[in-house]
Each structure stands twice: as structure tokens, then as C-alpha cells.
Nanobody, 127 residues
Framework: QVYLMESGGGEVQAGGSLTLSCTASGRIFSMYGMGWFRQAPGKEREFVAAVSWSGDITHYTDSVKGRFSISRDSAKNAIYLQMNSLKSEDTAVYYC????????????????????WGQGTQVTVSS
């Protein structure tokens, strides 16, 4: 069982920055990649960023490349999402997710591939 909890959401002005955190807990018997997804009202949950178990491999959706940065702190079983130059279209509930994997270098990017999910944290970007 892997339990995930997000924190750091809030309201920020367009152009501002915000950092999200996600802590994993529970008994973990395999490696897992971790990622961030987001879901705006009336829309499907979409991939934002992911990081491999090793912390060395990352992927981002095109709309956040150059603005967001995902990182992993293995000692704390945590991942972070540094969000810069925020836009109104970034407004959504952001979810942390974990994907059980066999390789320390694999990164997955679809909702269907992830095994565990946090409760979500609201990010609101005001114009």
C-alpha cells in the first residue's frame, strides 16, 4: 500500500510561482515512478510531469515545459513541483500519483498506468 498526500496548493497571481509537495508513505515493496496530473472543472485529468524512481529522468507535458520543474527527494519519499510563470490555464486540482515499475529509469505519462493517487490540491491562478 502506498499513500500519497499533496500540499502546497493555493491561489497565486498570474506570472507568480508556487511549489507543490507530495509525500509517500506506507509499505513499499517495489520501485515506483511518480507524477503530477491536473484536472480542471469539466475536463479530463491530464498529465503534467513525472519523475523516475532514480530521480534522473523527467518528462513534462508541452504546455508546462520551461515553466515547471519536478524533482524527487528519496530520503523523504517526496516529490515536488516547482511552478513558475503561472498562467490562468494552469488552474486545476493537482494530483500526485505513483506508478509501480520494474526499472529505476522508467517514466509513464498516462492516467491508466498509475496505481496510487493522492486526494489533490487546488491551484488557482488569478489574472
Amino acid at each position: 500500500q502506498v499513500y500519497l498526500m499533496e500540499s502546497g496548493g493555493g491561489e497565486v497571481q498570474a506570472g507568480g510561482s508556487l511549489t507543490l509537495s507530495c509525500t509517500a508513505s506506507g509499505r513499499i515493496f517495489s520501485m515506483y515512478g511518480m507524477g503530477w496530473f491536473r484536472q480542471a472543472p469539466g475536463k479530463e485529468r491530464e498529465f503534467v510531469a513525472a519523475v523516475s524512481w532514480s530521480g534522473d529522468i523527467t518528462h513534462y507535458t508541452d504546455s508546462v515545459k520551461g515553466r515547471f520543474s519536478i524533482s524527487r527527494d528519496s530520503a523523504k519519499n517526496a516529490i515536488y513541483l516547482q511552478m513558475n510563470s503561472l498562467k490562468s490555464e494552469d488552474t486545476a486540482v493537482y494530483y500526485c500519483a505513483a506508478d509501480l515499475v520494474w526499472s529505476s529509469e522508467v517514466v509513464t505519462m498516462t492516467v491508466q498506468e498509475y496505481d496510487y493517487w493522492g486526494q489533490g490540491t487546488q491551484v488557482t491562478v488569478s489574472s
